[in-house]
């Protein structure tokens, strides 16, 4: 049973690898064959750095998953202290609700959704290029936004309601143990939440391409456009290079998780707090005995 | 000391959580909401934004599509389950170590490109690709498989696969062990344990997985354009064609719509289902 369950594991495992290594395999054959190796060469690589939209493709992936992490997390982290804070379930559940949206709904729903919006206004303010970096980055932040939220909001529930507390009573502003106390605690959170969109807006390219103008390509969107003419292995290359990018970036964030100790010495912190709170409270159960 | 009472935990004023939360409301209305709208807004008008039935009307041409799009995702979402679950379970009984190392191996391919990933499928199985090379080589006769509908099926298995076994492993790696050691002392034998106690238990992991297969599936248009051939015409496809060109923005619009719709109704049956399940299990 046990061998069973271990070949089943395997040849899953085995059959989702496959295609994979073909294709990095094939990346660096000597023709544009597909299907039979024959030889070894990094022409389709020399190939793919002579052309200047590959690098421009990159960059502009790149800018836009950084800046558009960076603004869902800005947004999404002041939006999850606000949800934690707000008393009002109703609002809280439906705001709640409508930000999941984009997470239920199908890529492709979201991105035309965006664009007949975008092509609506830009209409109506008569610009020529309706689409472009700022439509691509505003549809980027809003699929990301469920994703912020969804990592940091639970940070909040699980943080000890007396913590804020505790820190005021020592002598903290609302602000400073914000800063001191809350967001120390809500930071993994914030941290796996940005990593994730991060990656989401990478990857996508069903959205992008609904909302992208021709004047700012990413490389999904190259990739795309690249597959829909004949097929030649300076794609493959391409894929190649991602692959092994996205593998040097995980094994990355392993390891400095492996090493980072960060999360056992907040542990330690938040423990010594509630030891702190949980002697103010019995000093106060002992004040009316 | 006994346990006090504890202190309602002191809020800051309410305004400051509508502070922080505005940026993100104005977002959602703006950039969720209003989107939705004009979705239906273009779904019922037409070029000159006068009211009109006449998409709505448009979309009997677009039957076959629906249903073959419908059946295709509904038979890859039961044969990802089919898959997918066993390998959770087979998964669910390794060592923590390697029950870690597995589900990072499943879950690695998912970084990688959409595109990439059908393409590498396709490269393989085209009629001049890996595959038939191989078997050409054995001396075999090759096979026609791209542009057959067990293709487009096979790639929407393979590019979502993961998304089905995740949810369903994390359930079933945190079930409560005693519960099958309870059935077996009982009398239950393997198969009926699984039946009757692992599998109503891990309802939530299987509704959250074939949801998470469902709605690509049903949605996309890089696995039929490619695997298809350019033979076969998923909504997702009919969908893209029609926001090629603003003249038939309108149509594609209300396609999209009846899709959204459907879609609800197919997670509201499931939720339906799965609760009932739950009331007979606890």
């Avoid at chain 2, 089919?82 to 690695?108: E, F, H, N, V």
């Amino acid at each position: 049973m046990k061998i069973l369950s271990k070949t089943y594991i395997a040849l899953i495992l085995a059959i989702m690898y496959i295609p994979i290594l073909v294709l990095m395999l094939f990346s660096f054959n000597s023709t544009n064959n597909t299907g039979v190796f024959t030889g070894f060469s990094f022409y389709w690589y020399q190939e793919l750095f002579r052309s200047a939209e590959t690098f421009a493709a990159l960059k502009n992936t790149l800018i836009l998953a950084v800046s558009s992490a960076v603004t869902a997390t800005l947004i999404g982290t002041a939006a999850s202290l606000g949800l934690h804070r707000m008393r009002s379930k109703f609002l809280r559940g439906t705001i709640t609700s409508l930000t999941n949206i984009p997470m239920m709904n199908p890529d492709i729903v979201t991105g035309i959704s965006m664009m007949l919006l975008f092509v609506f206004v830009g209409t109506r303010l008569g610009s020529t290029e309706k689409l472009n970096f700022w439509t691509l980055l505003i549809a980027h932040v809003t699929f990301n936004l469920p994703y912020v939220i969804l990592n940091v909001t639970p940070k909040f529930r699980q943080m000890d309601k007396h913590l804020p507390e505790a820190a005021q009573d020592l002598g903290c502003t609302p602000v400073q143990s914000f800063f001191k106390v809350e967001l120390p605690c809500i930071m993994p959170g914030i941290v796996t939440g940005f990593i994730m969109a991060f990656t989401l807006s990478l990857d996508d390219f069903v959205i992008s391409y609904f909302c992208s103008g021709s004047d700012f390509q990413t490389l999904p969107i190259l990739i795309y456009s690249m597959t829909k003419k004949e097929v030649k292995p300076d794609i493959y290359a391409l894929s190649t290079l991602m692959i092994i990018a996205i593998l040097a970036l995980l094994i990355l964030s392993n390891l400095s998780n492996g090493r980072d100790d960060g999360l056992a010495r907040l542990h330690n912190w938040r423990s010594r707090v509630r030891e702190k709170v949980q002697t103010r409270r019995e000093a106060k159960g002992g004040g009316a005995k | 000391m006994t346990a006090s009472k504890k202190p309602p935990a002191r809020r800051l004023s309410s305004p400051f959580a509508y502070v922080a939360a505005s940026p993100h409301i104005v977002w959602t209305v703006l950039f969720i909401v209003a989107p939705l709208i004009f979705v239906l807004y273009y779904a019922f008008t037409d070029a000159s934004g006068a009211f009109t039935w006449d998409n709505i009307m448009a979309l009997g041409d677009h039957t076959e599509t629906f249903t073959l799009s419908f059946s295709m995702s509904v038979v890859a979402t039961v044969l990802c389950l089919l898959i997918g679950y066993p390998l959770a379970y087979c998964i669910a009984k390794l060592s923590p170590r390697a029950q870690k190392i597995i589900m990072l191996l499943l879950m690695l391919p998912m970084w990688m490109n959409l595109l990439i990933r059908t393409y590498s499928m396709m490269a393989i199985l085209d009629d001049g690709g890996f595959l038939n090379n191989f078997l050409m080589m054995l001396g075999l006769e090759p096979v026609h498989i791209v542009g057959t509908a067990p293709a487009v099926v096979f790639g929407m298995v393979y590019n979502f696969l993961p998304y089905m076994i995740l949810p369903i492993h994390s359930v079933i790696s945190k079930m409560d062990k005693r519960y099958i050691e309870a059935a077996n002392d009982l009398g239950c034998n393997n198969v009926q344990t699984l039946f009757r106690v692992v599998l109503p238990l891990s309802a939530s992991g299987i509704i959250s997985g074939v949801t998470m297969v469902f709605v690509p599936s049903i949605s996309t248009f890089y696995i039929s354009q490619k695997l298809g051939g350019g033979t076969f015409d998923l909504i997702g496809d009919t969908i893209e064609r029609q926001f090629q060109n603003p003249v038939t923005y309108n149509v594609g619009a209300s396609i999209s719509l009846v899709m959204m719709i459907l879609i609800l109704i197919s997670m509201a049956i499931m939720n339906r289902f799965s609760d009932d399940e739950g009331t007979v299990i606890v």
